[in-house]
């Protein structure tokens, strides 16, 4: 099952820097912060889970959940910005980009 939700994270993660590289054509850093934002409420939500878990199985929520709801996100996003820049950097140079396909300069 943990590997299942594994799966479905990493598909997430690419079809987001997908996404952002091909339908939007964002730059590499900008890209790889959007991501990073996303990748960090994932944190946050993992944290909101694990803390409310906590409190339906034993009915108390210990402090160090609150510090859990700043440090997840924190811990998450530095490693998602640097992962989605490698990826953008990676395909702008498998594809480069262009931001006006197609458009014909007329004189």
Do not use: D, K
Not at 1 to 12: H, L, N, P, Y
Not at 23 to 31: D, K, T, Y
């Amino acid at each position: 099952m943990a590997t299942r939700r594994w799966a479905v994270s990493a598909i997430i993660y690419g079809a987001h820097i997908c996404y952002e590289h091909f339908v939007l054509r964002n730059a590499p850093r900008a890209l790889a912060g959007h991501v990073a934002v996303a990748v960090a409420v994932g944190g946050f939500g993992l944290a909101v889970a694990g803390m409310l878990h906590a409190l339906w199985t034993t009915s108390t929520i210990r402090p160090i959940w609150f510090l859990a709801l700043i440090l997840w996100p924190l811990v998450t996003a530095g490693p998602g910005f640097v992962g989605a820049l490698i990826a953008a950097v990676v395909l702008g140079r498998i594809r480069p980009q262009s931001r006006h396909q197609g458009a014909q300069i007329s004189r």
